[in-house]
C-alpha cells in the first residue's frame, strides 16, 4: 500500500480545541494521536490535502483482508504499508490485527510511538523508508500499480506467465481519492487499470490477491489437501 494516509496528528494543528480534547480524553499528547478525518475535521481544515488525509480506516480495512487470504495462510503474500511521510510499516503475516477500529487505532499510535508493536510480540515494525527504497530492497521481478491512469487490462493478463517464484510487487494506493504523491510512473514496470470507474483501494486489492491465487491456481492445491485427510 504506498502513500497511505496514515499519519500522527501535524503539529501545526494539535493546538486545536477537537484535538486538545480529544487528547485529553485519551491519555496521550495531541501529536501522539492519529490523525482522523472523522474526528478532526475541523482543525484540518488548513491542512493540504486535507480532502484526502487522516483515513487509516482504508489501512486497517485492507490489512484485515489481505491477512485473512489463502494466499497469506500459504506463505505467498508479504504486506508493507508505506505512508505520505515516508514511514514505512512491515507486517508480519502471522499478525492478528484488531476488528474493533478503535483498538487498531491504539495499536498505529503505539507502533509511531515506540516502531514497534504490539508491545509483549512485535509483529509491526516502522521505519523511515521511501518507496524508491523500498523496491530497491525487495528487487521484484516485476512491478505492477494499479491506478485509473493506466493501461486497462484483465486481471488474468496481469499475472501470467510468472511462476510462483518470481518475487511480484503489486501497489494499490492508500488513499480515498487523488494520484499517488510518489512517482510510481518511474518505479513501475506496469501501469494498469483494471475497471472503466474508480473502485476503492480494498476492492482493487483483493481482486488483485483473487487474481494471483487463480493463476497459480492456490484454491485448487488447498482443496487437493483434503483427499489427503484420512
Known amino acids: 500500500m504506498a502513500d497511505s494516509e496514515l499519519e500522527q496528528v501535524p503539529r501545526e494543528i494539535s493546538s486545536h480545541r477537537v484535538i486538545q480534547r480529544l487528547a485529553r480524553r485519551s491519555g496521550r499528547r495531541p501529536t ?3 490523525l482522523n478525518s472523522s474526528l478532526h475535521f475541523p482543525a484540518m481544515r488548513k491542512l493540504p490535502d486535507a480532502d484526502r488525509r487522516g483515513r487509516p480506516d482504508i489501512v486497517h480495512v485492507c ?3 489481505a491477512l485473512d487470504t489463502p494466499l497469506n495462510r500459504e506463505g505467498l503474500l508479504r504486506i508493507y504499508v508505506h505512508t505520505r511521510h515516508n514511514k ?4 508480519d503475516p502471522s499478525t492478528h490485527l484488531p476488528r474493533m477500529y478503535y483498538r487498531f487505532e491504539g495499536l498505529m499510535e503505539h507502533l509511531f ?3 514497534a508493536a504490539p508491545h509483549e510480540k512485535p509483529l509491526l515494525h516502522l521505519e523511515d523508508a521511501s518507496l524508491k527504497i523500498l523496491l530497491r530492497r525487495l528487487k521484484p521481478k516485476k512491478v505492477v500499480t494499479f491506478s485509473e491512469r493506466g493501461e486497462h487490462k484483465r486481471l488474468n493478463e496481469i499475472f501470467g506467465g510468472l511462476s510462483k517464484e518470481d518475487d511480484v510487487c503489486v501497489i494499490v494506493g492508500g ?3 487523488g494520484d499517488f504523491l510518489s512517482d510510481v510512473e518511474e518505479l513501475t514496470d506496469e501501469l494498469v487499470s483494471i475497471d472503466p470507474e474508480l473502485l476503492c483501494a480494498p476492492t482493487v486489492m483483493m481482486r488483485a ?9 492456490i484454491p485448487k492445491t488447498r482443496l487437493a489437501r483434503l483427499s489427503d485427510v484420512p
Request: proline share 4%; net charge negative; glycine share 4%.
Open 63 to 65: 490489512l484485515l483482508l
Open 88 to 91: 514505512l510499516i512491515t507486517v
Open 113 to 115: 510511538l515506540t516502531g
Open 32 to 34: 501522539e494521536l492519529l
Open 175 to 177: 488513499f480515498p481519492h
Open 209 to 217: 490477491i483473487f487474481a494471483y491465487e487463480d493463476v497459480h491456481e
